[in-house]
């Protein structure tokens, strides 16, 4: 059996500032944009990587959740406790100075890690944390 990876699912409360980021910002292309009873998916993915699939979706999809938990996924959004993702890239500080440039929140500067990666990370404007990391090895 080979399994892939297909979609990757980011939580966003605003798509229009998400896309600013990661089409813009990150230079991602917009695969498509869905919008279904109320709700929007925004999909985008890297051109060398035609196979998966980054999809921004709302914090909570599920049409019966009660306004309590759509509140509590909002608050956790907010305070960035949500997962993120890390982007491979063979540049580590070009990246970085690329996407400060454009505006985006800094969490970490460049750095060697002691687990083997150079990395940085930013804040999306949804609160997501994204790492850009290229292993010390290669």
């Known amino acids: 059996m080979d ?6 699912f980011i939580a966003v409360d605003d798509h229009d500032e998400a896309l600013a980021f990661y089409r813009d910002a990150l230079g991602l292309e917009v695969r498509n944009d869905v919008g279904f009873e109320g709700m929007r998916w925004v999909t985008v ?17 599920d049409p019966n959740a009660s306004p309590a938990d759509r509140q509590a996924m909002a608050e956790q959004l907010a ?5 993120g993702v890390v ?9 970085f100075e690329r996407i400060r440039a454009a505006g985006a929140e800094v969490l970490q500067e ?15 404007p949804s609160g997501n944390m994204v790492r850009f990391a290229r292993s010390r090895a290669t």
């Not at 460049?110 to 804040?123: E, K, L, M, S, T």
Request: proline share 12%; net charge negative; with cysteine.
């Open 79 to 83: 305070k960035g406790l949500l997962r």
């Open 87 to 95: 982007f491979r890239t063979d540049d580590v500080d070009a990246t």
């Open 3 to 8: 399994l892939t990876l297909s979609h990757v």
């Open 110 to 124: 460049p750095i060697d890690q002691p687990y083997g990666v150079r990395d940085c990370a930013f804040r999306d």
């Open 45 to 61: 993915g890297s051109p060398s990587q035609p196979g998966v699939d980054i999809v921004l979706e709302p914090p909570l999809t």
